[in-house]
């Protein structure tokens, strides 16, 4: 599993980039995550979606999909994609530190 | 009380009234109508391969004497108080409730689906209407472009609509026409299937038959008329458009409504949040979920709802004696893929396992992810197999709940001297999907 460094601590993420340990994550480090992903700025609306992603896996163990978010963050799918335009939960998800959401089979 | 007369709810009522007598303990069925679908023949009906009105049976028949039921639309559950609020008006208590009322067509929540163009030419063979419709609508068929789109999952049986693929490749050329058909299939995940091993194979299946896959397409909008902005189309929240001349649709899918109604007894999807080797529901101690109305991680399927069957009578036995509830459901689940052509394949597996190669249930037995005549005639026999063996809840001979590992080939090491796999830790299960 490879290791990388967000503001000045080193963390292991998965082969796709998702924190393997979601406690190793601290707010700071988001922007630069963020950034990997192309995301220049993160906006109030973007911490919305990433402080509910983090509330949701804490409270139900994975984050929510899509559509679970556009009905539950206060935030409408449409403007998810705009804010995270590479696909909103997957992106989030790395963003706020937590795994990538499980969907469903 | 036993809510949903479907393949979960059947199987569960007629399982407890074999193992309670009548003294023992009453057993009643609500469902909204009398009506029992065998769903999985609606994927053959726009191909006038299967006759609508012969996959549906009155539920009651299918109920062991000795159970009652009640045919009433549910408004909502209590809790706390232990009751069932039927449309009606009546309250009905109840000791123990096995939630089965599956999973709900949602078409309304994506926008422009049911607008102009709906059943004209937007469709969905998820429905005995719209499978029908769709026949309708193939046959005038003379040429175009034919998009077959699931919307978000979860959706019933993941695999109907890239069967639905095949079957119209074949439904297609047996017409003289496929060279003037463009074929395409729409999903929001990155492959065929949610499964790796699946998705090899299944995508090879779609080259082979030149049809057109299209990954990570998240639809926000069904265009099923032109306009000003250009024809019939499909438009991804990212905004990449797909046009059609036919849309085949499979909608989203959410819990019963009355679920949402309940205060506490769902997710956020109207999905049971059950245990996921006991089916106990994690709302309260007496309730149970069988089914597609459940929020465990394998598919929503006939085949899981018959193998839930044992445990979910289980655990309601365990509790009922005070007992702890120890369930071992594994998440096993194996489903037919008709190819066309009168072949099939079949795949089996269960949270912790991939589905493998090799042969089910055992050495002899059919081939696994393999497509053969013999698969495809599994599949058409199953039809009475479902009526006469699955809904009276007798065991399949050779058929276990628990997924069996021998006749398979390359497990894992740790697997081989297992006959059967036994539920892993806590560790999710399932291939990650989202977007």
């Known amino acids: 599993m490879p290791d990388v460094t967000y503001d000045g601590q080193t963390v292991s993420v998965n082969d796709e980039g998702f924190f393997t340990d979601s406690a190793a994550w601290t707010e700071q480090m988001a922007p630069q995550i963020a950034k990997a992903e192309g995301i220049d700025h993160l906006t109030g609306r973007h911490w919305q979606v990433i402080r509910f992603m983090r509330h949701e896996y804490q409270a139900k163990g994975t984050g929510p999909t899509v559509r679970v978010l556009g009905k539950t963050s206060g935030v409408p799918v449409k403007e998810l994609y705009q804010l995270f335009p590479k696909g909103p939960a997957k992106v989030a998800a790395k963003i706020a530190g937590i795994p990538k959401p499980r969907g469903c089979i | ?435």
Not at chain 2, 383 to 390: E, F, G, I, T, V
């Open chain 2, 1 to 435: 009380m036993v809510l949903g007369g479907g393949t979960g709810g059947t199987i569960a009522a007629n399982r407890l009234r074999r193992t309670y007598g009548s003294g023992e303990a009453e057993i009643v069925v609500v469902d909204a109508d009398d009506e029992h679908v065998y769903q999985p023949g609606l994927l053959f009906v726009p191909f006038g391969l299967a006759d609508p009105g012969r996959l549906v049976r009155p539920r009651h028949r299918q109920l062991r004497p000795g159970i009652s039921f009640r045919e009433a639309g549910i408004d909502r559950v209590d809790l706390p108080a232990d009751q069932v609020h039927l449309d009606d008006g009546t309250a009905l208590g109840y000791d123990v409730l096995v939630i089965a009322t599956g999973a709900r067509l949602l078409p309304e929540e994506t926008e422009g689906l049911t607008g102009p163009g709906w059943m004209d030419s937007v469709f969905t063979f998820y429905t005995p209407d719209g499978a029908a419709a769709l026949r309708g609508a193939l046959e005038r068929f003379s040429g175009g472009r034919l998009v077959v789109n699931v919307v978000d999952m979860p959706v019933k049986c993941p695999v109907a609509p890239l069967e639905f693929c095949f079957l119209a490749d074949r439904y297609f050329r047996r017409r003289g026409i496929r060279d003037r058909v463009q074929l395409s299939y729409v999903t929001p995940l990155d492959g065929a299937f949610t499964k790796p091993v699946c998705n090899r194979e299944l995508s090879g299946l779609l080259t082979q038959r030149g049809i057109e896959l299209v990954t990570e397409f998240n639809t926000g909008t069904v265009q099923g008329r032109g306009d000003g902005a250009g024809g019939p189309r499909l438009v991804s929240y990212d905004d990449r458009e797909v046009p059609f001349d036919l849309a085949v649709v499979v909608p989203l899918h959410g819990g019963a409504a009355y679920v949402d109604r309940s205060p506490g007894l769902g997710d956020d999807l109207g999905f049971i949040p059950v245990d996921r080797h006991t089916l106990q529901a994690t709302a309260k101690p007496n309730i149970f979920a069988i089914g597609d109305a459940t929020d465990v991680p394998t598919s929503k399927a006939g085949s899981v709802a018959h193998f839930e069957g044992e445990t979910v009578t289980s655990s309601i036995r365990a509790y009922l004696d005070g007992l702890p509830v120890t369930g071992d459901f594994d998440g096993h689940t194996n489903c037919f893929i008709e190819t066309g052509g009168g072949k099939a394949l079949l795949v089996d597996f269960n949270y912790d396992t991939e589905p493998l190669p090799g042969h089910y249930p055992a050495r002899l037995g059919l081939p696994l992810l393999r497509e053969s005549r013999l698969n495809h005639l599994g599949k058409l026999a199953f039809q009475q197999l479902y009526w006469h063996s699955l809904l009276p809840g007798r065991d399949l001979p050779g058929i276990s709940a628990a997924m069996p590992l021998r006749g398979k080939t390359g497990l894992p090491d740790a697997r081989v001297n297992g006959k059967t796999t036994r539920p892993g830790g806590k560790e999710a299960a399932g291939h990650s999907q989202a977007s």
